[in-house]
């Protein structure tokens, strides 16, 4: 099984670009899907990317997605920081075997 | 619209076991495996297994094999995970979640 790591927090001010990255320790980035999930607290999960760069509908287009095979990460960038899309940030993908779910360890965004 | 339902909070003593509800709606049920993850207080995502609802098929994570058991009624569109020989430190938020959709979350609480 692979990892996924995220930096623990980041902070930017509000209407700033932030972008949250997710490496994969083995194997390559491109070979699953990655989904990027926001959860405010006290409130479930909710999808903001899927496949590497969909939106959700209702998802506002200062959110997208990539992948760069070269450092074999995703990253999740926000743009026009606003005050309510302060939250933890969590990246997911599959491993092909069995295609169980492999979280990063999250990311605790903070607007100010 | 897709919803999945979640039964409601449970406290049980150590050595019981929990079973928690998820009842989808606004989608094939057998068309999308589910997935159960839970979170502890303060913690990340951990993914615990799926079920697919249209054969029966489960896939467990290592940690769980033993004790959860996955199950589903296609009938009423509704997915179960029971946990049993519950210990303290599985004091968390569980969620069934599929692609793109997360349930709102069942706290289960292990005190005696």
């Known amino acids: 099984n692979f990892m996924l790591t995220q930096p623990h927090s980041v902070s930017e001010s509000p209407g700033k670009t932030v972008t949250i990255s997710c490496t994969r320790s083995s194997g390559s980035i491109a070979s699953n899907y990655v989904q990027w999930y926001q959860q405010r607290p006290g409130s479930a999960p909710t999808t903001v990317i899927y496949?590497?760069?969909?939106?959700p509908s209702g998802v506002p287009d200062r959110f997208s997605g990539s992948i760069d095979s070269s450092s074999n990460s995703a990253s999740l960038t926000i743009s026009g920081l606003k005050t309510e899309d302060e939250a933890d940030y969590y990246c997911q993908s599959y491993d092909s075997s069995n295609h169980p779910w492999v979280f990063g360890g999250g990311t605790k965004l903070t607007v100010l | 619209q897709v919803q999945l339902v979640q039964s409601g909070a449970e406290v049980k003593k150590p050595g019981a076991s929990v079973k928690v509800s998820c009842k989808a709606s606004g989608y094939t049920f057998t068309g999308y495996y589910m997935h159960w993850v839970r979170q502890a207080p303060g913690q990340g995502l951990e993914w615990m297994g799926w079920?697919?609802?249209?054969?029966?098929?489960?896939n467990y994570a290592q940690k769980f094999q033993g004790r959860v058991t996955m199950t589903r009624d296609t009938s009423i569109s509704t997915a179960y995970m029971e946990l049993s020989r519950l210990r303290s430190d599985d004091t968390a938020v569980y969620y069934c979640?599929?692609?793109?959709?997360w349930g709102q979350g069942t706290l289960v609480t292990v005190s005696s």
């Open positions: 079920i697919n609802p249209n054969s029966g098929g489960t």
């Open positions: 979640a599929r692609a793109n959709y």
């Open positions: 496949e590497d760069n969909q939106r």
